[in-house]
Nanobody
Framework: QVRLVESGGGLVQAGGALRLSCAAS????????MGWYRQAPGKQRELVSS???????NYADSVKGRFTISRDSAKNTVYLEMNSLKPEDTAVYYC??????WGQGTQVTVSS
């Protein structure tokens, strides 16, 4: 059974940084793609970043140059390094695998 567990969220001031982690219960290379999504109050869930099994990455325009997705195959974990955080980055961040499996989410709050 696939299980994704996010961690690393929290409260940070604008300009600060956080690193989110998504630990999978299976080999992450069994997934064609893994990604991070976010959902702010009153808004639709949106893709933030993704990484394919081949290592190709993709970023939303709003986070390009500030966020970096990476993975550690030995730990079956995908990371999202978030720098220069802005109040508009405030949201619940979800890990996703193969557009099918979801984690429980982790709250990121950026204060101005």
């Amino acid at each position: 059974q696939v299980r994704l567990v996010e961690s690393g969220g929290g409260l940070v001031q604008a300009g600060g940084a956080l690193r989110l982690s998504c630990a999978a219960s299976v080999n992450i290379f069994s997934f064609n793609v893994m990604g991070w999504y976010r959902q702010a109050p009153g808004k639709q869930r949106e893709l933030v970043s993704s990484i394919t099994s081949h290592g190709s990455t993709n970023y939303a325009d709003s986070v390009k140059g500030r966020f970096t997705i990476s993975r550690d195959s030995a730990k079956n974990t995908v990371y999202l390094e978030m720098n220069s955080l802005k109040p508009e980055d405030t949201a619940v961040y979800y890990c996703n695998a193969n557009w099918n499996f979801w984690g429980q989410g982790t709250q990121v709050t950026v204060s101005s």
